[in-house]
């Protein structure tokens, strides 16, 4: 059962993986995951506001935020949720055309 992310240390997605809120570190069956700097804010991005859209914007601003005066292109955008799909169980994360992406857990 899914407790709310306030009150987690772990969340629980699908097949076996696992989040772990504090150390910011994704599993699956009790494995790390290595993830880069970009994609472990991007993924804690998503699941704080997990079943809502976060817009290009919103991922921008938060995952590059110390470089957020460049122009960041979505192609960047695309490339780093790229590579986290490949480190997730599919269908985690959905496109939502013209404007970001939502997480499902």
């Known amino acids: 059962m899914l407790r709310q992310i306030e009150d987690a240390d772990t969340l629980n997605l699908k097949n076996g993986y696992l989040w772990d809120c504090k150390r910011k570190q994704l599993s699956h069956e009790q494995r790390s995951i290595s993830l880069t700097q970009k994609e472990t804010l991007l993924l ?25 005066e460049e122009e960041i292109s979505n192609q960047s955008v695309k490339l780093q949720i790229t590579g986290l799909r490949k480190k997730l169980p599919k269908g985690c994360i959905k496109n939502v055309y013209g404007r970001g992406y939502i997480f499902h857990a």
Request: overall charge negative; hydrophobic content about 45%; some cysteine.
């Open 44 to 68: 804690d991005l998503l699941i704080q506001k997990r079943e809502q859209c976060v817009t290009f914007e919103d991922i921008q601003v938060n995952v590059w935020a110390e470089s957020f």
